[in-house]
C-alpha cells in the first residue's frame, strides 16, 4: 500500500523563525511529488518535483525532493502569521492519476 | 483561470436522507475529476476518480452504490451521498484535470462540509 508520512504533525513558531516540514514517502510507479497550502478550505498548490536534486522555490518557500532517500522538504523563510496553515504533501503514483495524500503538518506562527 | 466552484459549500441534512454535491470548472473544460473527503485532523483520502461520460473508479472501501459520482459533462460532476448517516459527515473535496494527470494541473474546489444528524 502506497504510503506518504509527514513530519512533525504540527509545529508553533514565532514570527521570523525558520522552518523545515518534513514528508517521505513509500510507494510504487514514483511520477511526481507535490506540496500544497490548506488553510479553510481546500488546498492550493505550491510546488511539484519530479526530479531528485533540484529546488523549487517561490518566495519565501522552497522544496526539494531525494528520490534515492525518498522524501522531500519544505522550507519556509522569515516566516509570517499568514503562513499558518496545514501543509500536506502528496505523490502522484501515476496509477489512473492517483494523489496520495500525507497527513500534514499543521503550522503556526506567533507574533 | 482554473477555478471550480463546489455547491452548496455546507450541508446539514437528516440521517436517512440524501444529499448532492456539484463540482464545476468554470473556466476549463475537466476530462477528468476527482473526489475527496477529508475528515476532522485527517488528510484528504481519495474516494473515487471520475472521466466525463464513463463510470467512476472507486478506491478500495468506498461504496459506489452509497456514494453516486455522475460526471455528465466536461463541466460537470455531482457525488450524491445517499442515505446518510452520521458517519458520512466530512469535508468532501473535488478537484479538476484537464488531462488525467494528477499533478500540477489538478485544481481544487473550495470543498463542501456536510453534517448528517
Known amino acids: 500500500e502506497d504510503k506518504v508520512v509527514q513530519s512533525p504533525l504540527s509545529l508553533v513558531v514565532h514570527e521570523g523563525d525558520t522552518v523545515t516540514l518534513n514528508c517521505s514517502y513509500e510507494?510504487?510507479?514514483?511520477?511526481?511529488l507535490l506540496w500544497y497550502k490548506q488553510e479553510k478550505k481546500a488546498p492550493t498548490f505550491l510546488f511539484m518535483l519530479?526530479?531528485?536534486?533540484i529546488e523549487k522555490k517561490s518566495g519565501r518557500l522552497s522544496s526539494i525532493l531525494d528520490k534515492k532517500e525518498l522524501f522531500s522538504i519544505l522550507n519556509i523563510t522569515a516566516t509570517q502569521t499568514g503562513d499558518s496553515a496545514i501543509y500536506l504533501c502528496a505523490v502522484n503514483t501515476g496509477t489512473a492519476s492517483k494523489l496520495t495524500f500525507g497527513t500534514g503538518t499543521r503550522l503556526q506562527v506567533t507574533l | 483561470g482554473a477555478v471550480v466552484s463546489q455547491h452548496p459549500s455546507w450541508v446539514i441534512c437528516k440521517s436517512g436522507t440524501s444529499v448532492k454535491i456539484e463540482c464545476r470548472s468554470l473556466d476549463f473544460q475537466a476530462t477528468t475529476m476527482f473526489w475527496y473527503r477529508q475528515f476532522p485532523k485527517q488528510s484528504l483520502m481519495l474516494m473515487a476518480t471520475s472521466n466525463e461520460g464513463s463510470k467512476a473508479t472507486y478506491e478500495q472501501g468506498v461504496e459506489k452504490d452509497k456514494f453516486l459520482i455522475n460526471h455528465a459533462s466536461l463541466t460537470l460532476s455531482t457525488l450524491t451521498v445517499t442515505s446518510a448517516h452520521p458517519e458520512d459527515s466530512s469535508f468532501y473535496i473535488c478537484?479538476?484535470?484537464?488531462?488525467?494527470?494528477?499533478?500540477?494541473?489538478?485544481?481544487f474546489g473550495p470543498g463542501t462540509r456536510l453534517t448528517v444528524t
Open positions: 510507494v510504487t510507479n514514483f511520477r511526481s
Open positions: 478537484s479538476a484535470s484537464t488531462s488525467g494527470r494528477a499533478d500540477n494541473e489538478q485544481y
Open positions: 519530479t526530479s531528485s536534486g
